[in-house]
C-alpha cells in the first residue's frame, strides 16, 4: 500500500498519529490508578497506610526506570517498530491482570510487571518521532505525540467516577484499558514502519551496550540534559500521582471531582502549551541553535512558581486557587516536554538517542519513586503541604540553572553524523 511507504512526505505525520492513541494508553493505564486509590485501598485493605501506597507507585517507576536503558538500546539496535508494539501489547495484558489483584502484594508485583513493559515504549517512540521528524518540525511532531500522554492523564483523572459508580469500579478501568490495548497493537504493529535511515544503521556496525553507555556519560551536556530532566519531573511526578488524594483531603471534595480537578485543567494547558511550545522552539532554533533550551528553560520557571502556589492553596480553602495555579504548572510542563528529546538530539547522535532517553528515563524515574515514597512518608509525619511543595518547587529552580549550561553539538539542517 503505497500510503504506508515511509519515504512518503506525509508517513512522517501519520507514524505521530498512529502513536497517539499508545502515548494515551499508556498514560492512561498510570494516572487512573492515582485517581482511583481510595476505592482501592477500601477493596484491599492490608495496602494499609501512605507509605505503602507510595510504594506501589513507586516500584511501578523503579522498574520502569531500570528496564528504560534496556528498551532504548534494542530500539537503537534492532526495531523501533517490534519494541514500540511488543510494549503496548505486553502492559496491556498487564492492565488486565492488575483488575485481578486481591492483596497488597499482588498489587505490588503487577505494577511493578507494568512498568517493565512499559520502559520499553517511550525511548522507542519519541526517537522514532526524531527520525521522522529532522529539525524544522521536529519539537512540534514531538509535542503531538506529547498530547497523547495528557489526553491519557485527563482520561485517568475522570477513572474516580467510574471507581464510585456501583456498577462499575475501579476493577472494571483496567479491565477495559487492557482489553483496549491489545486489540490496538496487532494494527499498530502492521502499520507502522521504520525510518529508512533508522532501517540503514541497523544494517551497519552498532556499538555494544557498553560502546553507548561511555560515549553518552562521557559528553558532559547529556549528563547536564539528564539532571534537568530529573529534578522537574520529580515535581510532576507528585502532581500525577498525589494531587487527587491531596485535593479531595484538603478540600473535602468526592473523589470523582477531586480527581478530575487534579488532571483535567493542567493537562489541558500541557495540550495548548506542547503545541506552542513546540511551535516556537521550532521557530526559535532557526535564529538561534539555544532556541529548545531557551524555551524548555521558560516551562521549567513556570513550573516552579506553580509548585509554591499549590502548596499555598489549601490555606485560602479556595479550590479554584488550587486549579489555577495547577493549569501554570500545565503550560510549564507543555514547553519542558515537549523539548527533552528534542534537545538530546542536538547533543546525540540519532544511533544512541533512544538508548539516551532511556538513561534519562532511569535516573528521573527513579527519583520520581524516591519522590513518592518520600512524600508520602512526609505526609505520615504530618509535614506541612507548603514546606513540601516548597522542596519540590525549589529543585525545579535549580534545573533552569543546568539546562543553561548545554551546548549543542549537532544542528537541526541536517542528521548527526553515524560515527565519531
Given at each position: ?44 485493605p ?37 519494541v ?33 513493559s512499559?520502559?520499553f ?9 526524531a ?26 483523572g475522570?477513572?474516580?467516577?467510574a ?9 472494571w478501568?483496567?479491565e ?6 491489545l486489540l490496538?497493537?496487532?494494527p499498530?504493529?502492521?502499520l507502522i514502519?521504520?525510518?529508512p535511515?533508522?532501517?540503514a ?28 530532566f530529573?529534578l ?8 500525577r ?7 479531595k ?18 493537562m ?17 532554533t532557526?535564529?538561534?541553535?539555544r ?25 485560602t ?6 486549579v ?12 519542558f ?18 538508548t539516551?532517553y ?9 527519583c ?11 505526609r ?6 507548603l514546606?513540601?511543595?516548597g ?12 539546562v ?17
Amino acid at each position: 500500500m503505497k500510503f504506508l511507504d515511509p519515504r512518503r512526505p506525509g508517513y512522517a505525520w501519520f507514524v505521530v498519529a498512529l502513536l497517539v492513541p499508545v502515548a494515551l494508553l499508556n498514560y492512561l493505564d498510570r494516572q487512573m490508578l492515582a485517581s482511583m486509590k481510595f476505592s482501592v485501598m477500601q477493596d484491599i485493605p492490608d495496602i494499609g497506610n501512605e507509605a505503602n501506597w507510595g510504594k506501589i507507585l513507586a516500584f511501578f517507576k523503579w522498574t520502569y526506570a531500570f528496564l528504560s536503558p534496556v528498551g532504548g538500546y534494542l530500539a537503537d539496535r534492532f526495531s523501533r517498530r517490534y519494541v514500540i508494539a511488543g510494549s503496548l501489547f505486553v502492559w496491556s495484558a498487564v492492565t488486565w491482570a492488575t483488575a485481578r489483584a486481591e492483596t497488597f502484594q499482588q498489587l505490588l508485583v503487577t505494577r511493578a510487571v507494568m512498568g517493565v513493559s512499559e520502559a520499553f515504549y517511550i525511548p522507542a517512540a519519541l526517537a522514532l518521532i526524531a527520525d521522522y521528524h529532522l529539525g524544522p518540525t521536529r519539537s512540534r511532531a514531538v509535542g503531538a505525540h506529547q498530547m497523547g500522554i495528557y489526553a491519557g492523564v485527563i482520561l485517568g483523572g475522570f477513572s474516580g467516577y467510574a471507581a464510585d459508580h456501583p456498577e462499575l469500579g475501579w476493577r472494571w478501568m483496567f479491565e477495559l484499558c487492557g482489553l483496549a490495548g491489545l486489540l490496538y497493537a496487532l494494527p499498530l504493529f502492521f502499520l507502522i514502519r521504520n525510518a529508512p535511515a533508522q532501517a540503514a544503521a541497523q544494517e551497519a556496525p552498532s556499538a555494544s551496550p557498553w560502546g553507548a553507555l561511555r560515549e553518552l556519560l562521557g559528553n558532559v551536556s547529556f549528563i547536564l540534559l539528564v539532571l534537568y530532566f530529573t529534578l522537574p519531573a520529580m515535581a510532576g511526578w507528585i502532581v500525577r500521582d498525589w494531587m487527587p488524594a491531596i485535593l479531595k483531603a484538603e478540600f473535602g471534595i468526592g473523589q470523582g471531582k477531586a480527581g478530575v480537578s487534579a488532571t483535567l485543567f493542567w493537562m489541558l494547558a500541557a495540550i495548548a502549551a506542547a503545541l506552542a511550545g513546540g511551535w516556537l522552539a521550532d521557530r526559535w532554533t532557526r535564529r538561534n541553535p539555544r532556541g529548545r533550551i531557551y524555551t524548555s528553560a521558560i516551562g521549567v520557571f513556570l513550573i516552579a512558581v506553580a509548585m509554591m502556589g499549590v502548596g499555598y492553596s489549601p490555606q485560602t480553602g479556595v479550590l479554584a486557587l488550587a486549579v489555577a495555579f495547577l493549569i501554570v504548572f500545565g503550560v510549564g510542563w507543555g514547553f519542558f516536554d515537549t523539548n527533552n528529546m528534542p534537545i538530546l538530539c542536538q547533543i546525540a547522535r540519532p544511533q544512541v538517542r533512544a538508548t539516551g532517553y532511556g538513561l534519562m528515563n532511569l535516573v528521573s524515574i527513579s527519583c520520581g519513586g524516591v519522590a513518592d515514597w518520600g512524600f508520602g512518608l512526609l505526609r505520615d509525619h504530618h509535614i506541612p503541604l507548603l514546606a513540601i511543595f516548597g522542596i519540590f518547587a525549589s529543585v525545579a529552580a535549580l534545573s533552569v540553572v543546568l539546562v543553561l549550561l548545554i551546548r549543542p553539538r549537532y544542528t537541526d539542517a541536517a542528521p548527526a553524523p553515524a560515527g565519531h
